[in-house]
């Protein structure tokens, strides 16, 4: 907070908790040269955060740790508060997934960012090779409101640990779980000006951070049309980006499933957070034969799901915006022949962005809800006729994020997880790819680019250097000026030694190449 109310400031900014329309916090719209500023002071702290031995940082990761858990029921409400969300949500999806990234990385950063040795060469012996994770510098961060937390602590604790410093940008509907991940972090003893959170929205203190020259990387999760401009500035100064964006994903449900978990699965999938989760299922295909079975277990359970600030169950809608998508989405769908099996009436009495638990059926693959991303608890249920025409209709998609498939048959399950075209797939299960820190976590297709989490996701955040040490006190290499004299005899020679098919050949080559070096250095020993 220090550091915002020291920068230059033009404005500020309201939010209002979507669950009642309250007040919950003011704060100051940060144009381009408080933004600059702090990236500016980002790339002062950098040499001095790099230098920070793995030790300490692992030890701030788990001070951090400890300071969230403790506080974590006052953070969820904070969460809670702004996003409209329950604080159940809150809880388990913005807190427990970073609390658990940060015991992994605060146990395996040391291992995951350790040089890796690499193999050598025989034309080239007795060097040492390896390559080294060095932090890229300044990491620019800008994240979305649906997780609020989790999805602007994962990016940033993941630069952190790998030596960045980071400016980061919150959705400015959840500027909150920016301020209170920074003063959690500084609570935690991670020195002042190694993470900075930026006020404002994306049209002025977002486009300024892309904008910015000073920065090493862009991180950015959020919509696919946001990503993709971000990209097109990123890519004039080649500035690498990684991208997290949008998903229509896919649960399939087939004849062999477990329909009770099935059901039970894909109801939590497509509703939780009140569907606002970008790896949360947006399409229930069934097969034909379990379809009305299916449809007798999930009509019940989605009936006595109540959403509402009193219920308690699913919580509101977090931006009016979105709220316009999903009611827009099921009117286009009415219209054009579907009906629905539960929800679907906006109870117009509630205060707050509550949208009911809908089932749908009867869909067609021209609506609006079966093309663009919901983003909301709206679940079309379609039946297929044979697993290949599930897959199909699945990779129809222009998003590849994530899909699940629910089967007791594993071979069947493995089967479709190998042919969807996404980031990742659970099998008789949904979204658990993200609650694993050792997983690597991102989408294909315009679902985003590269991946976080996990070894390949905190290597992500490093420029790779490769190494090579000599330590023989040698003169001269082989070839090196002035050339040896048939010195192309003897790299003929070496050539077939090394990779010749005929094993004869190789032997034969290698004592010609033995014969040929011993001369070159004995006609070289009074060189
Ligand atoms: P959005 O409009 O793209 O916003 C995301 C972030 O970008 C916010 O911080 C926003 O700031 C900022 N922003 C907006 N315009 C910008 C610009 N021109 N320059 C720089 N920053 C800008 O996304 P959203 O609609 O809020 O979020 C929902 C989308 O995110 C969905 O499509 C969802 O699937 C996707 N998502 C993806 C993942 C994933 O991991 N793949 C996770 C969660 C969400 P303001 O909000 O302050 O304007
Ligand atoms: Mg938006």
Request: proline residues 5%; aromatic residues 8%; charged residues 25%.
């Amino acid at each position: 907070m220090k550091n915002i109310k020291k920068l230059e400031l033009s404005e500020n900014y309201s939010v209002f908790s979507p669950a009642d329309g309250q007040e919950v916090g003011n704060y100051p719209l940060m144009d381009r040269a408080a933004v600059d500023e702090a990236v500016q002071r980002a790339r002062e702290r950098f040499p001095f955060w790099a230098d920070v031995p793995m030790t300490e940082r692992r030890k701030i990761l788990r001070k951090v740790a400890s300071v969230l858990s403790e506080n974590a029921d006052y953070y969820a409400e904070i969460i809670a508060r702004e996003t409209g969300k329950t604080k159940l949500d809150a809880l388990l999806a913005d807190i427990y997934s970073t609390l658990d990234l940060l015991k992994y990385y605060s146990k395996k950063a040391n291992k995951l960012l350790k040089p890796v040795r690499a193999s050598g060469n025989p034309l080239l012996p007795g060097r040492k090779l390896y390559y080294r994770f060095e932090p890229k510098g300044v990491v620019g961060i800008i994240a979305p409101w649906n997780y609020p937390f989790t999805l602007l602590a994962g990016p940033a604790i993941s630069a952190l640990t790998a030596g960045n410093t980071v400016v980061l940008k919150p959705s400015s509907q959840t500027t909150e779980s920016g301020l209170i991940f920074q003063e959690i972090m500084e609570k935690a003893g991670l020195p002042q000006g190694v993470i900075q959170v930026i006020t404002g929205n994306g049209s002025v203190t977002g486009q300024a951070l892309v904008e910015n020259h000073d920065l090493d990387m862009i991180f950015f999760t959020g919509s696919t049309q946001v990503g993709k401009d971000i990209n097109v500035q990123a890519a004039k100064r080649l500035i690498p980006t990684m991208m997290e964006l949008g998903g229509k994903d896919v649960s399939i449900v087939t004849r062999n499933a477990n329909l009770d978990r099935a059901a039970h699965g894909t109801l939590w999938g497509g509703i939780t957070n009140s569907g606002q989760t970008c790896i949360g299922t947006e399409l229930i295909l069934v097969d034909r034969a379990v379809y009305d079975a299916f449809l007798t277990k999930i009509v019940p359970l989605a009936k006595n799901l109540k959403s509402g600030r009193e219920a308690g169950q699913v919580g509101s809608m977090t931006m009016r915006s979105q709220f316009r998508i999903v009611e827009e989405q099921l009117k286009d769908a009415l219209e054009k022949g579907a009906s629905v099996l539960v929800g679907g009436k906006v109870d117009r009495d509630q205060k707050g962005l509550y949208f009911p638990p809908t089932i749908l059926v009867d869909t067609t693959p021209d609506m609006l809800v079966r093309k663009e991303e919901t983003f909301g608890p709206l679940l079309p249920v379609i039946p297929y006729d044979s697993l290949e025409e599930a897959v199909r209709m699945a990779n129809q998609s222009e998003y590849g994020l994530s899909g699940s498939v629910f089967t007791t048959d594993m071979d069947e399950g493995r089967w479709v997880a190998n042919r969807l075209k996404t980031g990742s797939v659970n099998i008789n299960d949904v979204l658990v790819t993200y609650a694993y820190p050792s997983l690597p976590f991102g989408g294909v297709k315009k679902s985003g680019i590269g991946s976080y989490h996990g070894e390949i996701g905190l290597r992500a955040f490093t420029n790779v250097k490769s190494v090579t040490e000599f330590g023989w006190n040698l003169k001269r290499e082989l070839f090196w000026y002035p050339v040896p004299e048939g010195g192309d005899k003897v790299a003929a020679s070496l050539l077939a030694a090394l990779f010749s098919g005929n094993p004869l050949r190789r032997l034969t080559s290698a004592v010609r190449a033995g014969i040929q070096v011993i001369q070159i250095a004995w006609s070289r020993r009074k060189q």
